[in-house]
Each structure stands twice: as structure tokens, then as C-alpha cells.
DNA sequence: CTGTTAGCGCATTCAT
DNA sequence: ATGAATGCGCTAACAG
């Protein structure tokens, strides 16, 4: 075991109080103590216990993370963001995943307070509602859903997703969502399509409603740009289109959110959206805190999205050409 | 602030130690005053105070969980896992982020001691060594590394990637890695090459050394199939190939490891080896648990890899069709 | 079988 | 400016 408060106390013939008072700051402590104390504390190694300091004071100096799939490949992201938002501000993260189930995320969120959770940070499953408890929760999901504390700016970015396309040339689009429950997908969509111009022919699938979505008849159909509400969906829909031998952005141009790791090393490099993880991450942990120190709970926040210009949108080919693919020119 | 022990026993005129007894199984205690007991506990809502425990038993009931990079995509996956695992024994996971640096690495290790975690899983930075401490700490790495404590079986796994194309008739064959400091990555090759027949053709590729790997020239090269270490890679070739007009697996077969999410979204799906994350992380969790005991620390756990066969691989081109595409065949 | 007691390591009064 | 004393909630000895 580690040295204890009342080691270094006695090797100084001080008390126990002097020296938690000086290295919480908290004191009235003569300069010349606090140099030996330090100095001591140094030589020694000590580290105060947090089980100690945790039953003392009532807070653990930890945050519960609870986040509905770890294996959305958003996760690691918003994962590494507000784990280092919160060591900054001398936080620990107690992690937990609830599979997507509002069950297992009601139980996660009871084992985290019963853990000692200071507050707790939680992106919902879609669909559930956090009702508010005794230990201060921050909730991200979107701007739409009520209790919301911080989010991206999905309408936002749904509408420079479409100014990105309209500047372009693009006047037929498809928009491309998995499903409806998800409060962000829907607040994409919606911002795409306050942003498209009247001439600007739009159409909105949902993927949970297709049994298997054809992309490429879409091209037949006219369509020359399509936006997914995730880069996932985007990926699907750019590989189909290479695959089927059609040019992307020359054929269509292509678009997703997010900015996934794969996104910039994919060929062509998947334009997006990226979200504001390290601010998002700050203000959740910054919102928690706060909170513990008495103040009410601020408003909600709402962070710009970013757009991410790479190769996978081009302009609009020109109308002859539209249904014309690689190969037929190239014989 | 919640029930405490003292409040329920005071209310039914027992100790709090027959309360404690009772809650923990530890006891002598009768059947009659353990039913009185577990009943008041749920009337009241009793949950015990971690910190209290902890600072009585000097057990936090918490593991760290530390991570080279969490935006690397198979962490969501080991971590999901680990986390189950530990809920599963009853263990907490405080997470941290080394992004990738020895020195962070070492940071999160001290932090997480100083927190208290009674043990700790670490997924080494590339070319990291971890002394043991006087906490345990289990090593997920690759079965060459000392001190390793649980790894998939990654030379397996190269040779049974191996295997299957050699299966598929392929005898030209481009291994790709990244970095030839990550010791997982030189066991995936170096198993591949091992099972590579004298008849085959192999050439080692880390992009490492390759300012731009051009991966189309590999084919006028004669090779008819590309196993990467990563699905990152192996999908960062196959949109090469694709988008150059080259039909995966037609023309030319591509594969990856690890499995990663959207390996099954893409057109043609990746095959890839996947690991056991369950496995390793209930391996990895067992390890400690199993020390926290008081046992020695077990022999090093090396756990299968599992082909996951999709669309990306198929029969070697026929001698004559190598260097032909799919334009030239449909003109 | 059950109750009493004594700390675990720390932060915090209240005296000095 | 410093020290002595107190208890946070719990469990492990020991006593009954």
C-alpha cells in the first residue's frame, strides 16, 4: 500500500490537516510549510487515496458514459473526445453501453450512480427519453429532442449538405436515411430539405423501409447526388456505384455524415459533415460540472457541423450525359 | 443522499453487520432475519456506498481499460466487449486514451492506479513494453510479445487467410501492413507467409516505406490478390480497384482482418478474419479476476481467429484474363 | 447465530 | 497559522 496522509504528516511533525489543506489549496498554510510538505509528498510518492477522499466528500470525481452501440464507428470519437475533455478537468470515465436497448441503458444508468457517479454524460438509444434524477445527467442527441444539453447542428448541417450540392448543379437528389426513430437523421433530413431550392427535385428514403434499396436505378431515374444521413449508408452507396462501373463524383456525386475514420481513405475521399466531438465533449463535461458546483442547468448548446469538401462530389453532369457511364466512353 | 446500512438495521433492530452479512452471503446469519433484512433493503431502495466499501475493503470493484487509440475502428468492438465481460464478474471500466503515445500510455496507467482500479487492461501503444506493477494488469497484444497475457491468434490467422487463397487457385499474392512496428501486424504477415506453397509468389508491402502505394499497377504485375493487415486497408484497395474500373473479385481478390463494421456494408463485402473480442475480453477479464484471488498470474491465452468469407474474394483469374478488365470484356 | 467495536484515508470543523 | 478531533459508510475481527 501507498503512503497515507498521516505518514507524511508525522515525518514532518505536522498534522493531518496541514497537509490536506495545502495540497488542496485550501489553506491558510505559512509558505514555508507548504514548501516542506510538497517537497515531502514529492520524495515520497504519495497519492492521495480517492476511496478516502470519496466517502469524505461525497463525490468520486468520476462521470459515467453511457452510449447506446459502441460499435456505431461514431463511438470512438465522441468516446476519445470527452474522455480527454474530462481528465482535463481531473475526471475519470466509467464507460457503459447499452446495446441499444432503452432497457439495458435504464440499467446501466442505475449502475453507474450506484458506482458513484458524480454525473453522467448519455447519448440515448433512439427514441428513449432521460427523465432527470439525482445525479446530474448530460444528454446528447439533437437539438429536436426534448432534455437535450449539447449537439451537433444536424439541421445545420443537413442545409450546407444541400448548398454544397445546389452550388454544384445538382437540381435531383436522393437523401438517404436509415430510420425515422433516430431523432438526428431526422433533424438531417429536415435541414436538407429546407434548404433545397424550388427547382430542386428531392427525394427522401428511408432504408428500414426497403427491403434492399437498388442506388444504381437511381441513376436512370435522373438522380445526380445523393445525401445518407451517415457515412456508413454513404460508403454503401459509393462502392455499389463503382462497382456498377458508374464514375464517382463524374456519375454522382455522393455525401454522408459524420466524417468517419474511413471516410478520408477511401478512393474517392467521402465529402461530409463532421461534428464538433472535442467541443461537444467540452461542453457535456463542462455543463456536468457546473452542475456539481451548484449552478442550474445551463441551456442547451447547439455546435456547428463542419463541412468536409473531398473527392466524392463533383459538378452535376451536364444533362446528355447524365445517363451516360465510364465505360460507353471509353469505347 | 440515499439509505445507509445503519438506517435499515436501526429500523429493524438489528446490527448493521447482520445486514452486511446478510447482503454479502458472508454470514451466520438465519433465515428469518436475512428475509426481514432483504426486505426492508428493497422498501427502502437501499444501495451500498461504493466508496465505502472501498475504502473498507481497499477494492474499488472498478478495472482500467487503456487503449492505444480509441479512433481506431476495432476499438469499439474490444471495448463493447470488455465492458460486458466486467458487468458480467461485477467490475466497473474506467477508460482511457493513450492516443497512440507511450508517454500518455504511462500517464493512463498511473491514473487509473490512482483511482484505484484493482486491476487494469491495456492494449499496448506499437513497441510499448508494460513492467508490471503492483497493480495486475492484463496485456492484449500479440502472442510474440513479452508479457503478453491474451491476443487473438494472429499467425493462425495469417495462414488461414493465406490458405484460402491458395485454396482459390491464387499463386501471385500481395501482403500489405501499415507498420512493421506493430507487433500484431508482423504476426498476421508473417503467418501468411508461412503458409504460402513454394508455388506461390509473395511480395511484402508496408506502407510505411511507400510514399503512395499505387495498388492498380499491382495487377499488370501479375498479382491476383491482396490480403491487407487491416479491412482498412484492404477497403482503401478495393475502392482503388474499383474505381479504376477493375471488377473485385473478377479481376483481382482483396481481404482484410478484424472484421470492422462496415466490412460487411460495402459491395462486394470484404472477407476478412475476425477476432474473437468475447473471448479475448472475457479472457482478459478472467486473468484479473483470477489474480484479485490471490492466484499467480495465468500462461499467456492465444484465442482462434474466425475467416469471415464475403463477396471480395473468389477464383484466381485464368492466365489469359489476368491483365484484362472489365471495360475490354464488355466493348 | 448475532451484536459490538474498530478502523480504512481523508477533509473538515473548532480550538488553540 | 496550525493541531486535535470527528465521522463519511462500510466490513472484518472478535465477543457474546
Redesign the pocket.
Known sequence: ?QH???DI?REL?????????T??G?????E???RKVRSKVEELG????M???A????RSGVLGLVLPDISNPLFPEIAQAIETAAARAGFGILIADSHGDPDAQGQALVRMMQRGADGIIIVPCRGTRIDETTTPVAVIDAASTEGNSVSADHRGGGATAMRHLLQLGHRKIALVGQSRRSAVQIDRVEGMKTAASPDCAVREIWLEDEAKLDYVSLLSQGFTALVATSDIVALTALTEFQRAGHAVPHDVSVMGFDDLSFSSLIVPGLTSLAQDCAGIAACAVAHLASRLDGNPAPPAQILPMRLVVRESTGPAPSPTSNLTNKETFQC
Do not use: C, D, F, I
Not at 13 to 21: I, L, Q, R
Not at 46 to 49: D, F, I, K, V
Open positions: 500500500m497515507k496522509l498521516k504528516a511533525g505536522v498534522s493531518t490537516a496541514t497537509v490536506s489543506n495540497l488542496n485550501r489553506g491558510r498554510v505559512s514555508e510549510t507548504q504519495y497519492r492521495p487515496s476511496a478516502g477522499r466517502l469524505r466528500t461525497g
